[in-house]
């Protein structure tokens, strides 16, 4: 018996894993009702979920309907709305809710007042930082309310490896057992990986430091793919990557839209049998991260 369990041990960490993650699950009903047909009829076994998503309630609804789908936290501090009302997280949000809109701009107001004080009788006069912490749990605490215990994080336009946010959200996310956590930027090998070379150098920049956080803290980190890519993730992209993969865990991230013409080209890709068909003749297990074993 222990032969055969130590045989299928090596087996395990031979086989090479693909997650295939849609991000933006709850934004809006054509980008649920696309995660859901790249589910049951493409190659698609993970999405990001937005607590602050308009169509949360349904993306709610379709996790339950999909139990095979890996789940985790799409965790919003810019171009969306908060858990949180306005009164909890002056700071962060406006009076309707909402943060701001460009990536570049928040991550700027997170470093440099991130010490700042609420007004005075609002958000519990909590710094910034405090009120980032806030709502942090915040979204959680909804997808646990939910029901939804995540596999993973990452988060919208990848703020969270903000210096600020990075430590906020590893803190929040092992306390609550989730294994994974997403670095952006990639191997850098020329195809796929990366934008712009300053673009790719500043989120590497950013995965030295915050990498090393995350391993001492017990995350598991995938060689991912997409930063380059959004909203182009073609049939033809997935067919030149797959040969290419690196490491024994690889993530391709996208973004499915029936609504938009970007969206809709990733889900072509994610239904494309002709992709199917290429992963397994190289050997590669299409995952959930929920699905990938710890022996990794």
């Known amino acids: 018996m222990a032969v055969k369990q130590s045989s299928l041990m090596r087996e395990k960490q031979k086989t090479r894993y693909?997650?295939?993650?849609?991000?933006?699950?709850?934004?809006?009903?054509?980008?649920?009702?696309a995660i859901e047909k790249a589910h049951r009829a493409g190659i698609l076994n993970s999405a990001s979920i937005m607590a602050g998503g308009e169509a949360f309630d349904g993306a709610v609804e379709l996790v339950r309907r999909l139990p095979g789908l890996s789940v985790g936290l799409h965790a919003t501090f810019c171009d969306g709305r908060s858990v949180l009302p306005h009164s909890e997280i002056p700071g962060l949000a406006d009076e309707s809710g909402f943060f701001e809109k460009s990536p570049a701009k928040a991550g700027l107001k997170y470093w440099t007042q991130r010490k700042r004080k609420g007004e005075k009788g609002k958000g519990k006069e909590?710094?910034?930082?405090?009120?980032?912490?806030?709502?942090?749990?915040?979204?959680?605490?909804?997808?646990?309310?939910?029901?939804i215990r995540p596999s993973h994080v990452d988060s919208h336009h990848h703020l969270h490896v903000h210096p600020v946010l990075f430590k906020i959200l590893c803190k929040a996310a092992r306390k609550r057992g989730v294994r994974w956590m997403r670095m952006p930027p990639g191997p850098f090998d020329g195809f796929f990986a990366w934008a712009s070379r300053p673009e790719w150098a500043a989120f590497k920049t950013l995965e030295f430091f915050n990498a090393r956080a995350a391993l001492a803290m017990g995350f598991h980190m995938a060689n991912t793919y997409g930063l380059s890519h959004t909203g182009r993730v073609c049939e033809d992209c997935l067919m030149g990557l797959l040969p290419r993969l690196r490491g024994p865990v690889a993530e391709v991230f996208l973004h499915p839209d029936l609504s938009t013409p970007g969206g809709a080209r990733e889900l072509d890709a994610v239904l494309s049998g002709k992709v199917k068909g290429l992963a397994d003749s190289c050997g590669i297990a299409l995952a959930g991260f929920k699905d990938v074993p710890d022996v990794l």
């Open 18 to 33: 693909l997650v295939i993650n849609a991000d933006d699950l709850g934004k809006n009903p054509s980008v649920n009702a």
């Open 126 to 147: 909590k710094d910034l930082t405090g009120q980032l912490e806030a709502e942090v749990e915040a979204q959680f605490d909804r997808l646990q309310a939910a029901g």
